[in-house]
């Protein structure tokens, strides 16, 4: 590694898996598949889109193409989460499903910085918030603030974010 060259952390698959695990052991012992986790990733940096608290992420025109870009991300980083003993992937007749493991609760436990905790609060509004609404609505949601046509395309997409 030369002297200038450093990791990428913002829109990285580190920065999408932590998020997981923080909204995973927040819902625990809920499990989401690959297309709810990319709107929750999308919905938990963007709280104030559904009336909730102050979106962790500014507020950037054109943000539709957005969730496209980050199912590949969310992806990847369930797959480093995996690796670090954080998530599991359960096989079911739903299909393929994530949750969160007993090493994820003190991996969040030991999230303090500003931006951490502001992220926990707001998973656990989130998770609250589908709690009450209900996951059809977190559907409803996706297609009114994001487009028909990114859930569209979501869904037409195979396992792995190949068409």
Do not use: C
């Not at 707001?122 to 998770?127: D, E, F, G, T, Y």
């Amino acid at each position: 590694m030369t002297p200038t060259a450093h990791p990428e952390l913002f829109n990285s698959p580190l920065e999408t898996g932590v998020r997981s695990v923080v909204l995973l052991n927040t819902a625990y012992p809920r499990a989401f598949d690959l297309k709810e986790l990319t709107w929750l990733d999308h919905l938990v940096v963007h709280t104030s889109d559904i009336s909730g608290p102050e979106s962790l992420h500014p507020n950037v025109p054109h943000r539709d193409g957005e969730l496209l870009v980050r199912r590949s991300l969310v992806e990847q980083g369930l797959l480093l989460m995996r690796s670090l003993h954080m998530i599991e992937v359960r096989y079911g007749t739903s299909g393929i499903v994530y949750t969160a493991l007993d090493q994820a609760a003190p991996f969040v436990k030991l999230i303090r910085t500003e931006y951490g905790r502001a992220l926990k609060e707001r998973a656990a509004w989130l998770i609250d918030y589908l709690s009450e609404y209900g996951e059809e609505h977190l559907h409803e949601v996706i297609t009114q603030k994001i487009g028909r046509w990114a859930v569209e395309f979501q869904s037409d997409l195979k396992p792995g974010g190949s068409a």
